[in-house]
Structure formats: C-alpha cells, structure tokens
C-alpha cells in the first residue's frame, strides 16, 4: 500500500485522540487528524477553532480559521477571547496541536526566529495563540517530518513550553497544562521520559532506530522495547483522500 509521509503522519496523529476530546484545532494537517478521527474511532471528538468556532462540523476543507464552513452546523459561535479565556484558560481544552520551525529535546518549540532574536537569519511566524494553547491545553502533540534541522538539542528561541528544562519546571512557571505528550514524525513517535526528555518510543514499519537518531540533533534515548506502529489501512487512506482532501491541498505534501 502506498502512501506519503504526510498522510503516514496524520493518520498516527489522529489515532493519538480519544472519543469524547475537546481539541483546539487549526487548519491544515492537524485538521484532518481530528476529522480523520472523527470519522473513525472518535465520533464524540470537538473541534475548537481559535477564531471562535466551537463543535464544528466543516462540510468541506477549511482554508483558514475563518472559513465560512466552519460556522455551518457548530454548536456555538463565540469570541476570540472567551475561546482563550473561558474555554482554554479554565482547562477545558483536552488537546492542543502544535507547530514550529525547532522542537528541542524537551519538547519546546520555536516558531519566531532562527538565529538572533534582533538580527535572525528568517523570522518565522511567531506564536499566534501557540504559547497559551502550549500553556493551558491538558496536553499536546505536535506532528512534523523527522529531519535534524527540526530537532536541535535547545531551541534557539522559546515560543511555546514543553518541559521547558526538565521535569517539575512547567510546575515552577505556573503553567497548568502537561505540555508534549507526543510527537509524531514520518520516522516514528517521541514521548517524554520521566525527566521530560523526549525519547523514541515508536517506529513505524520499515524504520529503523538508527535512522532516527541520525536525524535527531541531540543523543536521541529509546525505551528498552520501541514498538512498531499500526499499519495504515486502506478505510483511512480512502477518508483522507476522498472525504476530506480530495483535491491534495494538504495531503501532497511530504510525498
């Protein structure tokens, strides 16, 4: 069965959420995990959209946060700041899914600047609502291709907080939520350690450890048993191509 890298990481992405999750979503990618398992095994799963959305039920793909079609079917429409401040902020928010240029080996995220803050090589996006979803979701997962450029031991700029320096430091910074609870690639899984180091705990079929670590910028820790993931099946493959992204907006990349 053949099938890209994005659709390999998407659809392991999905298989991370449970029925019944509330899930600050965007678009893109992470957008079709949560439909993805909407469509599956979490029928119950709520899509939060930042720009106000909640429940929503897109009848097509959504080009941005604002897009039309996610107002169609939702069960509430509300302000940008009641999302953050009576929805995010009270913990009611099960997932977040993250995004950024650099995640280190404690799970926190660059997506501001690659070299000096004042004078950088690329200025990046920045944050948006990245950091307080980082802050406040009760976890997070974060889904980008395994290359060492993505993952250097410290991130050269802290957008967003996983495990900051190492486990008890969210605690200490006031910070509610568990931070990176996952992070999915096209080569396997990276989980936190008791300490709050991210180490390989999954491959999937065909991968190796050895091509993970020659692709992580630090020195890459296993579990004792790294497990092999499940197989993508012909039924979610169908969903993502024919349901979701038909046209390969999304799914066209990292082929």
């Given at each position: 069965?053949?099938?890209?890298?994005?659709?390999?990481?998407?659809?392991?992405?999905?298989?991370?959420?449970?029925?019944?999750?509330?899930?600050?979503?965007?678009?893109?990618?992470?957008n079709l995990a949560c439909n993805l398992a909407k469509r599956t095994h979490a029928p119950n799963l709520v899509?939060?959209?930042?720009?106000?959305?909640?429940?929503?039920?897109?009848?097509?793909?959504?080009?941005?946060?604002?897009?039309?079609?996610?107002?169609?079917?939702?069960?509430?429409?509300?302000?940008?700041?009641?999302?953050?401040?009576?929805?995010?902020?009270?913990?009611?928010?099960?997932?977040?899914?993250?995004?950024?240029?650099?995640?280190?080996?404690?799970?926190?995220?660059?997506?501001?600047?690659?070299?000096?803050?004042?004078?950088?090589?690329?200025?990046?996006?920045?944050?948006?609502?990245?950091?307080?979803?980082?802050?406040?979701?009760?976890?997070?997962?974060?889904?980008?291709?395994?290359?060492?450029?993505?993952?250097?031991?410290?991130?050269?700029?802290?957008?967003?907080?996983?495990?900051?320096?190492?486990?008890?430091?969210?605690?200490?910074?006031?910070?509610?939520?568990?931070?990176?609870?996952?992070?999915?690639?096209?080569?396997?899984?990276?989980?936190?350690?008791?300490?709050?180091?991210?180490?390989?705990?999954?491959?999937?079929?065909?991968?190796?450890?050895?091509?993970?670590?020659?692709?992580?910028?630090?020195?890459?820790?296993?579990?004792?048993?790294?497990?092999?993931?499940?197989?993508?099946?012909?039924?979610?493959?169908?969903?993502?191509?024919?349901?979701?992204?038909?046209?390969?907006?999304?799914?066209?990349?990292?082929?």
């Open positions: 069965m053949n099938y890209s890298s994005a659709e390999l990481m998407i659809i392991n992405a999905a298989r991370l959420l449970r029925d019944g999750d509330v899930v600050f979503v965007g678009v893109g990618q992470p899509m939060i959209y930042e720009a106000g959305v909640i429940g929503a039920e897109p009848a097509r793909l959504p080009l941005s946060i604002g897009d039309p079609t996610l107002v169609s079917g939702s069960l509430s429409v509300v302000s940008m700041y009641d999302i953050f401040a009576n929805y995010l902020q009270r913990g009611n928010v099960d997932v977040g899914f993250m995004g950024g240029a650099q995640i280190d080996k404690y799970g926190n995220i660059n997506a501001t600047v690659i070299g000096g803050y004042d004078h950088p090589k690329v200025r990046l996006p920045g944050s948006g609502g990245s950091q307080e979803i980082a802050a406040w979701a009760n976890r997070c997962y974060i889904m980008t291709p395994h290359q060492k450029r993505r993952f250097p031991e410290k991130v050269e700029f802290m957008t967003s907080a996983g495990a900051i320096g190492g486990r008890g430091d969210r605690e200490k910074a006031g910070l509610r939520g568990k931070g990176m609870l996952a992070v999915v690639t096209d080569i396997g899984m990276m989980e936190p350690d008791e300490t709050g180091e991210m180490i390989l705990t999954a491959l999937h079929p065909g991968k190796t450890v050895e091509e993970a670590k020659a692709n992580t910028g630090w020195d890459l820790k296993t579990t004792p048993q790294v497990r092999v993931t499940e197989l993508v099946t012909e039924n979610e493959l169908r969903i993502l191509r024919e349901e979701l992204d038909p046209t390969g907006i999304y799914l066209k990349s990292g082929a």
